[in-house]
Protein backbone atom coordinates (compact mmCIF):
# COMPACT_ATOMS: atom_id res chain seq x y z
CA UNK A 1 0.00 0.00 0.00
CA UNK A 2 2.98 2.41 0.93
CA UNK A 3 4.07 1.82 -2.57
CA UNK A 4 0.92 2.82 -4.12
CA UNK A 5 0.52 6.22 -1.80
CA UNK A 6 4.28 7.19 -2.87
CA UNK A 7 3.50 6.43 -6.85
CA UNK A 8 0.33 9.05 -6.91
CA UNK A 9 2.06 11.31 -4.50
CA UNK A 10 5.12 11.21 -7.19
CA UNK A 11 3.37 11.66 -10.12
CA UNK A 12 0.73 14.66 -8.38
CA UNK A 13 3.46 16.26 -6.84
CA UNK A 14 2.44 19.63 -7.94
CA UNK A 15 -1.11 19.06 -6.70
CA UNK A 16 0.00 18.42 -2.68
CA UNK A 17 -0.08 20.85 -0.49
CA UNK A 18 3.77 21.69 0.59
CA UNK A 19 3.08 20.37 4.35
CA UNK A 20 2.53 17.05 3.02
CA UNK A 21 4.93 15.10 4.45
CA UNK A 22 5.97 14.08 1.24
CA UNK A 23 8.19 17.28 1.33
CA UNK A 24 9.76 16.67 4.39
CA UNK A 25 13.05 15.75 2.62
CA UNK A 26 12.68 17.92 0.01
CA UNK A 27 13.09 21.02 1.93
CA UNK A 28 13.97 23.08 -0.94
CA UNK A 29 10.89 22.51 -3.39
CA UNK A 30 9.64 25.62 -3.05
CA UNK A 31 12.08 28.49 -3.66
CA UNK A 32 13.07 31.35 -1.40
CA UNK A 33 11.39 34.51 -1.93
CA UNK A 34 8.58 32.60 -3.63
CA UNK A 35 5.39 34.45 -4.47
CA UNK A 36 2.22 32.90 -3.68
CA UNK A 37 0.39 35.87 -5.85
CA UNK A 38 3.01 35.50 -9.33
CA UNK A 39 2.77 31.54 -8.64
CA UNK A 40 -1.17 31.89 -9.45
CA UNK A 41 -1.27 33.96 -12.20
CA UNK A 42 -2.86 32.27 -15.59
CA UNK A 43 0.48 31.82 -17.07
CA UNK A 44 1.67 29.98 -14.31
CA UNK A 45 -0.99 28.71 -11.92
CA UNK A 46 -0.80 27.00 -8.34
CA UNK A 47 -2.11 23.81 -8.09
CA UNK A 48 -0.97 23.25 -4.46
CA UNK A 49 -3.17 21.72 -2.34
CA UNK A 50 -5.84 20.29 -4.56
CA UNK A 51 -4.90 16.78 -3.97
CA UNK A 52 -4.58 14.79 -0.23
CA UNK A 53 -3.68 11.60 -0.82
CA UNK A 54 -3.52 8.91 2.71
CA UNK A 55 -3.39 4.98 3.50
CA UNK A 56 -4.64 2.80 6.18
CA UNK A 57 -1.98 0.07 5.90
CA UNK A 58 -4.43 -2.14 8.16
CA UNK A 59 -7.64 -1.64 6.64
CA UNK A 60 -5.65 -1.89 2.65
CA UNK A 61 -7.47 1.34 2.13
CA UNK A 62 -6.43 4.43 0.07
CA UNK A 63 -7.65 7.73 1.00
CA UNK A 64 -7.93 10.42 -1.69
CA UNK A 65 -9.04 13.62 -1.73
CA UNK A 66 -9.39 15.46 -5.42
CA UNK A 67 -11.32 17.48 -7.50
CA UNK A 68 -14.06 15.54 -9.44
CA UNK A 69 -12.33 15.60 -12.83
CA UNK A 70 -9.04 14.09 -11.79
CA UNK A 71 -10.31 11.73 -9.25
CA UNK A 72 -11.02 8.45 -12.17
CA UNK A 73 -7.17 9.17 -13.36
CA UNK A 74 -5.68 8.98 -9.89
CA UNK A 75 -7.63 6.12 -9.05
CA UNK A 76 -6.51 4.41 -12.50
CA UNK A 77 -3.18 5.17 -11.69
CA UNK A 78 -3.62 3.65 -8.20
CA UNK A 79 -5.08 1.10 -9.42
CA UNK A 80 -2.59 -0.10 -11.59
CA UNK A 81 -0.12 0.53 -9.52
CA UNK A 82 -1.22 -1.74 -6.89
CA UNK A 83 -1.96 -4.42 -9.53
CA UNK A 84 1.51 -4.29 -10.81
CA UNK A 85 3.13 -4.34 -6.76
CA UNK A 86 0.91 -7.85 -6.10
Do not use: C, H, W
Request: glycine content about 4%; proline content about 3%; hydrophobic content about 45%.
Amino acid sequence: MSDVVEVVKEVYRDLLSVNDRAFSSYSSYRPNGFNKNLAATANNPEYQGLMAVGADVEANLLVISAPGYLIDEIVKLAESVDTAVD
